[in-house]
């Protein structure tokens, strides 16, 4: 997952949800088009490639997520933003 919300929202007391982004490692889902953004290996801590689904932004209990396994660079982070405008047809 990569947690868009911000730090403000995502640490304010009684307030247990998180915006987030789903990452899949499925090849099928890397071809859906410019909603789809490929993360190579590595980044930001992820162990196998991955593709982040901009087209299926969702919220979370906070409770469900375990551990920051890193964070993303900022080429990385503005192709993800790129495939948010996409997918929410922003501009």
Do not use: Y
């Not at 499925?26 to 490929?38: E, F, H, I, L, N």
């Not at 290996?41 to 490639?49: D, N, Y």
Request: glycine share 10%.
């Amino acid at each position: 997952m990569i947690v868009l919300s911000h730090d403000g929202f995502n640490q304010t007391p009684g307030w247990r949800s998180v915006i987030v982004v789903p990452l899949s490692t499925s090849a099928v889902q890397a071809g859906r088009g410019p909603t789809a953004v490929p993360l190579p290996k590595g980044a930001g801590g992820l162990k196998p490639a991955s593709v982040a689904l901009c087209h299926q932004v969702t919220t979370l209990d906070r409770v469900k997520l375990s551990q920051k396994i890193g964070t993303l660079g900022p080429a990385l982070l503005q192709a993800v933003e790129q495939g948010l405008k996409s997918a929410l047809d922003l501009k």
